[in-house]
């Protein structure tokens, strides 16, 4: 499906730029066209001759080099491909990007482009975390440059945690994904992720430990896969992915509005860890000591989203995932929630304090469906949304 495409491929100087070289020739067998950029720095980590072996085609580097300039100039260079993609992409490019900075040939480029950007980024984890990086990164999702990854792993540098440039494999869905190929292209699909607030009065709040990490994820590789994604998100840690329509809730019965007002939807995931009750009439001043004793907070169950929408009788979304956050006895409580709630899928995790899977960087589910179970190992989030994502792709066909 990617047959025929040309990609301009702009390596920045990394460590991951290695894995440029066989990106370039998993396009190639794709019959992909490549047309390589490199920056200086990228030439201390690979050779302009090994990109160009790879490629089938001289790489360009320099933005005053007159024979190239001769023979396609740079504006004709940022136009003549049908996506431009840059990997890796280092925090010093994309810091350049986000401040359309133009003093070289490869952002040089990235400014004259009329064609869509999508950036890997890779670097080290401090760097990735750097709240520069990070105001970057939203700079440029705002201008509508795609982003994949990075990953999360042990990195070069000796250091763990998320830096490390997205697996050759999921750039490629990634590109598939911009020119609209993805498994899920034309799907809509409605995600719940955070938690819920849950007001006391207008200062205080019930609330739990939900980071939003893992519904996060989840939309981010559906998105990927070409999906368009709704996500409902309660007041979550983690930044909602860029690309999706974000709805933004408080509470569970904001939530359940938000969730019936995006349907229909072809799949519904319901990864948002909502409070079970809500208080009774909530106070809208703040309370204060009084000196009487303990003030007394009546409870009303809150309604049950997930049950709601898999028992919808008409409008119902083909596939609806719930998730079960247990802590004990986690297969046997996941089986018999799947059934009360009546959903296709369940994805069963044990978020004891020990697992560190609450609020934590990794998550190891078990998939519960009509065929029986599925343990899948302990992983980042990001990979198990990715294996989520495609599994989702696959059920919906
Ligand atoms: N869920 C929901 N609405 C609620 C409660 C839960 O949509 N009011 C969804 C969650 O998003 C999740 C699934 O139901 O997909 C299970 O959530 P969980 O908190 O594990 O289950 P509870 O229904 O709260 O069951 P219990 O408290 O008995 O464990």
Same mark, same amino acid.
């Given at each position: 499906?990617?047959?025929?495409?040309?990609?301009?491929?702009?390596?920045?100087?990394?460590?991951?730029? #290695?894995?440029?070289?066989?990106?370039?020739?998993?396009?190639? @067998?794709?019959?992909?066209?490549?047309?390589?950029?490199?920056?200086? $720095?990228?030439? @201390?980590?690979?050779?302009?001759?090994?990109?160009?072996?790879?490629?089938?085609?001289?790489?360009?580097?320099?933005?005053?080099? +007159?024979? $190239?300039?001769? @023979?396609?100039?740079?504006?004709?260079?940022?136009?003549?491909?049908?996506?431009?993609?840059?990997?890796?992409?280092?925090?010093?490019?994309?810091?350049?990007?986000?401040?359309?900075?133009?003093?070289?040939?490869?952002?040089?480029? +990235?400014?004259?482009?009329?064609?869509?950007?999508?950036?890997?980024?890779?670097?080290?984890?401090?760097?990735?975390?750097?709240?520069?990086?990070?105001? &970057?990164?939203?700079?440029?999702?705002?201008?509508?440059?795609?982003?994949?990854?990075?990953?999360?792993?042990?990195?070069?540098?000796?250091?763990?945690?998320?830096?490390? %440039?997205?697996?050759?494999?999921?750039?490629?869905?990634?590109?598939?994904?911009? #020119?609209?190929?993805?498994?899920?292209?034309?799907?809509?699909?409605?995600?719940?992720?955070?938690?819920?607030?849950?007001?006391?009065?207008?200062?205080?709040?019930?609330?739990?430990?939900?980071?939003?990490?893992?519904?996060?994820?989840?939309?981010?590789?559906? +998105?990927?896969?070409?999906?368009?994604?709704?996500?409902?998100?309660?007041?979550?840690?983690?930044?909602?992915?860029?690309?999706?329509?974000?709805?933004?809730?408080?509470?569970?019965?904001?939530?359940?509005?938000?969730?019936?007002?995006?349907?229909?939807?072809?799949?519904?995931?319901?990864? $948002?860890?909502?409070?079970?009750?809500?208080?009774?009439?909530?106070?809208?001043?703040?309370?204060?000591?009084?000196?009487?004793? %303990?003030?007394?907070?009546?409870?009303?169950?809150?309604?049950?989203?997930?049950?709601?929408?898999?028992?919808?009788?008409?409008?119902?979304?083909?596939?609806?995932?719930?998730?079960?956050?247990?802590?004990?006895?986690?297969?046997?409580?996941?089986?018999?929630?799947?059934?009360?709630?009546?959903?296709?899928?369940?994805?069963? &995790?044990?978020?004891?304090? $020990?697992?560190?899977?609450?609020?934590?960087?990794?998550?190891?589910?078990?998939?519960?469906?009509?065929?029986?179970?599925?343990?899948?190992?302990?992983?980042?989030?990001?990979?198990?949304?990715?294996?989520?994502?495609?599994?989702?792709?696959?059920?919906?066909?």
């Amino acid at each position: 499906m990617l047959h025929g495409k040309h990609v301009l491929l702009i390596i920045a100087g990394g460590i991951a730029a #290695f894995k440029a070289l066989d990106l370039i020739r998993r396009l190639r @067998e794709r019959g992909v066209k490549v047309t390589p950029v490199m920056t200086r $720095a990228a030439h @201390e980590f690979v050779t302009p001759l090994s990109v160009s072996a790879l490629a089938g085609r001289a790489v360009f580097s320099d933005l005053f080099d +007159l024979t $190239a300039e001769a @023979e396609m100039g740079h504006i004709e260079l940022s136009r003549a491909a049908d996506l431009v993609v840059v990997a890796p992409a280092t925090a010093d490019l994309m810091a350049k990007m986000a401040t359309g900075q133009a003093d070289d040939l490869a952002s040089t480029l +990235l400014m004259a482009t009329d064609k869509r950007v999508l950036i890997a980024p890779a670097m080290n984890v401090r760097m990735w975390q750097h709240p520069a990086t990070v105001r &970057n990164l939203a700079v440029l999702h705002g201008d509508g440059i795609l982003s994949v990854g990075p990953d999360d792993g042990t990195m070069a540098c000796g250091e763990f945690g998320p830096g490390r %440039m997205s697996e050759v494999p999921d750039i490629i869905a990634a590109i598939a994904a911009a #020119f609209g190929h993805g498994p899920l292209a034309g799907r809509h699909v409605l995600v719940t992720s955070g938690p819920t607030h849950e007001p006391i009065d207008p200062v205080r709040y019930i609330a739990n430990r939900s980071s939003g990490a893992q519904g996060t994820a989840l939309a981010r590789a559906l +998105l990927d896969l070409g999906a368009r994604v709704t996500f409902v998100t309660g007041p979550a840690a983690v930044p909602p992915p860029q690309g999706a329509d974000v709805i933004r809730v408080q509470t569970a019965r904001e939530m359940l509005s938000a969730v019936q007002g995006a349907l229909p939807a072809d799949a519904a995931v319901f990864a $948002a860890a909502v409070a079970d009750w809500h208080v009774t009439g909530a106070s809208d001043q703040k309370i204060k000591k009084t000196g009487d004793g %303990m003030p007394t907070l009546t409870f009303a169950e809150n309604p049950d989203i997930l049950a709601t929408v898999s028992r919808m009788t008409t409008g119902r979304p083909a596939l609806v995932v719930g998730f079960a956050a247990e802590t004990q006895d986690v297969i046997a409580h996941a089986t018999a929630k799947r059934q009360r709630k009546g959903c296709d899928w369940i994805v069963a &995790n044990d978020v004891s304090p $020990a697992t560190g899977i609450m609020g934590g960087a990794e998550n190891a589910v078990t998939i519960i469906t009509d065929d029986g179970t599925e343990e899948w190992p302990r992983a980042p989030k990001q990979a198990v949304a990715r294996d989520l994502a495609a599994k989702i792709a696959g059920a919906l066909g």
